[in-house]
């Protein structure tokens, strides 16, 4: 084959994509995969969706650009109206952008001008997790705790303090599950305090942790007392749903299991869950308002609000609420992961399964008692990922410790999967783990 133009991260060659319906997708010499991972978690409706392609056929011949400091749009008026009735109370101003790192660097970038606006000049930094994940563009991996992604361009950045996201699942000690949500909470605290509570503008998470840290769930206790200790230093509170949004994990947003309400909330992926590139930050009223009477917001992005993108999201909202979809994401999420669990009487290799909604992935170890990893040259998390993808099913893997080593799966379909496609789904992981562990010499319980 000619050598391509167009380049990503490696030389890895995939198949060329035909076309896709619901949960799958095509590629051109006729060959059928599932997409058990939504793409990267954004195909919450699944594919081809003949509503929302209708309304964006619709858009197209009105108008495709319109560019926000000449005209208002009806799509981007009616997709914000939309948003703000489906978040917690309190958050009602969305501001669009065309991707999660936008979103992100839009959340700070607001923090930042409204402590401004408070006096309080002096507040800057932003503490987040490792592992995390909060996007590409130089200000979100600065956030980011995942080294492999950030370690190459720290010369470029101001690096931001981090504490550890909650890896109970690892912690070996007699602490109750509340008792560990609220030592790792304490963390932020700790760090408020070592860095100067002064300097610290906000504190980023992920509700539900995404690809970097394989779906991890905090302790309930974690949440509650984590905005605490945000009021108790005047710190905004920002939630990264990019991943977690628009229904993955059985609510509109993850906030809402915990009734902890962030101050800023980052929204992409499966809000118009890959129909058009689109993203959205969303705030508290006297946030913005704030901003706005200061001045403005000094800050934009030339496609936000575009019409059709807008126009596509308006349907993709319209299609959860029509399907049902969060709460099928909530049902059908418990049954997958019901599956997931069963495989670890087959695989003494799985070490741990979670996640919630149809956000969930399963970790790969050598030992389960001690939960060490499998050893990182095994490249468990490709090896899987290939096998799976040879036999017609997509998922998506991460290095799991601090991305060095460590295997998880994100097994996170489109939130239309039915009972049958779940069956589907589990009958070819099963074939691949098979297959797995008769490479790597891995027990099987047959
Ligand atoms: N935040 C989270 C939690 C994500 O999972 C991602 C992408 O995976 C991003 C931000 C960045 O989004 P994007 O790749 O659309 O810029």
Redesign the pocket.
């Known amino acids: 084959m000619a050598q391509s133009n167009l380049f990503y991260q490696s030389r890895l060659g995939r198949p060329m994509l035909d076309r896709a319906e619901g949960i799958y997708m095509w590629d051109t010499s006729g060959k059928r995969y599932i997409d058990g991972s939504s793409g ?2 954004v195909s919450n409706i699944g594919h081809s969706n003949p509503n929302v392609i209708a309304a964006m056929k619709a858009q197209m011949d009105k108008s495709t650009f319109g560019y926000r400091l000449h005209f208002q749009n009806e799509p981007a008026e009616t997709l914000a109206r939309k948003t703000a009735e489906l978040m917690p109370d309190g958050l009602d101003r969305v501001f669009f952008v065309s ?6 660097e839009s959340a700070v970038k607001l923090a930042r001008q409204y402590t401004l606006t408070q006096g309080q000049d002096s507040r800057w930094k932003v503490i987040s997790r490792f592992p ?6 130089l200000g ?1 991996v600065a956030l980011t705790g995942y080294d492999p992604l950030s370690k190459p361009f720290a010369p470029l950045f101001q690096d931001m303090p981090k504490i550890a996201a909650p890896l109970c699942y690892l912690d070996r000690d007699n602490l109750s599950e509340d008792e560990r949500g609220l030592k790792y909470a304490e963390l932020l605290r700790d760090k408020i305090l070592e860095e100067g509570p002064d300097s610290v503008l906000a504190f980023i998470m ?1 509700p539900v942790g ?2 970097s840290t394989g779906a991890l769930v905090a302790p309930d206790s974690y949440y509650s007392r984590i905005r605490e200790i945000c009021d108790e230093f005047g710190i905004l509170l920002i939630y ?5 949004g628009a229904g993955r994990t059985g609510k509109f947003v993850a906030s809402e299991h915990w009734g902890v309400t962030p101050d800023i909330v ?1 929204l ?2 499966g809000f118009a869950a890959g129909y058009a590139p689109l ?1 959205a930050m969303v705030a508290k009223t006297p946030i913005v308002d704030a901003v706005l009477d200061a001045g403005g917001f000094m800050h934009g992005f030339t496609y936000a609000g575009n019409p059709l993108a807008c126009a596509a999201g308006v349907a993709v909202l319209d299609e959860l609420k029509r399907q049902d979809l969060i709460n099928n994401a909530a049902n059908i999420g418990g049954v997958l992961k019901q599956e997931l669990t069963g495989l670890m009487d087959r695989y003494p290799f799985i070490g741990d399964v979670r996640g919630k909604g149809l956000l969930l992935a399963f970790e790969l170890v050598s030992d389960r008692t001690t939960m060490s990893p499998l050893p990182k040259d095994f490249n468990a998390f490709n090896r899987l990922v290939d096998l799976a993808y040879e036999r017609g099913l997509i998922i998506y893997s991460r290095r799991t410790r601090g991305g060095y080593e460590g295997d998880h799966f994100l097994v996170c379909p489109p939130l239309i999967v039915t009972r049958e496609q779940v069956n589907e789904i589990m009958a070819i992981l099963t074939e691949s783990l098979d297959a797995m562990a008769d490479e790597m010499n891995l027990q099987v319980v047959r």
Do not use: F, I, W
């Not at 991707?99 to 992100?104: F, H, K, P, R, Y």
């Not at 995390?132 to 563009?137: A, I, M, P, V, W």
């Open positions: 990267a978690m991707g999660g790192s936008e979103a992100v995390s994940y909060h996007g590409g563009t979100a992920e995404g690809a990264d749903e990019v991943m977690t980052a992409s992926k993203g």
